[in-house]
């Protein structure tokens, strides 16, 4: 009986912990706004402009400024983050390398 109640017990944990990580969006109503700063000029003609990202901390959307970056190799250019809207509000989706 005690081998039974521990495998129910971490058959519910198992399941607990999937359903944590499956709601990994957040999601805000209003998409938060930034205030465009100047870009400073460029080190090298090889370096792309990595635009500034909204990162989650602290239960609030942070902007973090942009940068200038080599790109990784095989790697062409940067496509920018952008705010993709739900049914539940707004969703950062965060930029990448193509």
Known sequence: M??????????VAIALS?????DAQI???IRPHVTIKARPARPTSH???VAGEWRWNNN???????????????RR?????????????YVWVPGHWR
Do not use: C
């Open 2 to 11: 005690k081998k039974f109640i521990l495998k129910i017990g971490m058959m």
């Open 18 to 22: 999937f359903s944590a990580v499956a």
């Open 27 to 29: 999601s805000v109503r």
């Open 47 to 49: 370096h792309v402009w």
């Open 60 to 74: 609030n959307y942070e902007y973090v400024d942009g940068y200038w970056a080599e790109p990784q190799r095989g």
């Open 77 to 89: 250019g940067w496509v920018e983050g952008h705010w993709n809207h739900t049914r539940r509000g």
